[in-house]
């Protein structure tokens, strides 16, 4: 459980994924950042068997269908950006209906900059220093950021799926 919630919660601080640049290049890389994005799904590769990201990918799915949004992402045009993050702040109850996982009231925002060069998102991360990622779109809703780039050892063939609200 630790580590779905940590998962969840390197998201929020961490944007990477490794895919196509050209598909970022079809219109401005900058324009196509701005806006609100939300955490909508976890996508995992066929071929992995893990029980750890079947649940976190469970856990997405089941506070997305409340109307909870885990994890948003504010790009401005300004350069800056703010991140909210309630996965820090997930319980999960067992009683006798099986589990029950409200949405979190609580949520962690935090504040930075950012830049982006192509498919090379640079922000200033939690400890103040300057961090460059890979992002990768698909079509113009949807940012993909991939498990392996955020904890190679706990999470590759996941990934985070945001959608442009």
């Not at 390197?10 to 994005?37: H, I, K, P, Q, Y």
């Not at 961090?131 to 990934?159: K, M, W």
Request: charged share 25%; glycine share 8%; hydrophobic share 40%.
């Amino acid at each position: 459980m630790k580590k779905i919630v940590l998962f969840l919660a390197v998201v929020t601080l961490s944007f990477s994924c490794s895919n196509d640049a050209d598909d970022n290049d079809a219109m401005g890389s900058e324009n196509r950042l701005v806006g609100t994005w939300v955490l909508t799904d976890l996508r995992i590769d066929s071929g992995v068997d893990s029980d750890d990201l079947d649940f976190a990918k469970e856990i997405v799915a089941f506070l997305q269908g409340i109307d909870c949004d885990l994890i948003t992402f504010t790009f401005n045009e300004d350069g800056t950006v703010t991140s909210v993050d309630r996965a820090s702040f997930i319980s999960i109850n067992v009683g006798m209906n099986g589990l029950d996982i409200p949405c979190p009231t609580e949520s962690d925002t935090e504040n930075s900059i950012w830049s982006l060069e192509g498919n090379q998102l640079t922000f200033i991360n939690e400890n103040l220093e300057e961090e460059t990622i890979t992002i990768a779109f698909e079509g113009d809703n949807t940012l993909i950021i991939a498990g392996e780039d955020i904890d190679a050892q706990n999470f590759t063939g996941a990934g985070a799926i945001f959608t442009r609200q």
